[in-house]
């Protein structure tokens, strides 16, 4: 089994950046979809970004796009935070079938969880 920890989150203000960093323990070897996801209480988890680590592409949602970006393997540098960014951010991951080769942004998909870091902006 897996293990994720996230850290990073903080308060910033608009337009600055964070950088989350997703650690994991346990078996991390073969095919896995490593995502990340949010969530604000009272509301759905929302995917953010995910990747495959057995050369699959990455996936970002529109909301996203052009700001955040994976960066040294799954951590996952957040430029441009807006208040629509702030939420409960969450790693995650499942090991993932042959069929599955693009990573989903569904969090339904994935088992192991992080516990969540918490992004505030200003």
């Known amino acids: 089994d897996v293990q994720l920890v996230e850290s990073g989150g903080g308060p910033v203000q608009a337009g600055e950046s964070l950088r989350l960093s997703c650690k994991t323990s346990g078996y991390t070897a073969g095919r896995y979809c490593m995502g990340w996801f949010r969530q604000v209480a009272g509301k759905k988890r929302e995917g953010v970004a995910a990747v495959h680590t057995r050369g699959g592409g990455k996936v970002y949602a529109d909301s996203v796009k052009g700001r955040f970006t994976f960066s040294q393997g799954y951590n996952l540098q957040m430029n441009g935070l807006n208040p629509d960014d702030a939420a409960t951010y969450y790693c995650?991951?499942?090991?993932?079938?042959?069929?599955?080769?693009?990573?989903?942004?569904?969090?339904?998909?994935?088992?192991?969880w992080g516990q969540g870091t918490q992004v505030t902006v200003s």
């Open positions: 995650a991951a499942f090991s993932a079938p042959l069929s599955v080769t693009r990573c989903p942004l569904t969090p339904g998909d994935y088992v192991a």
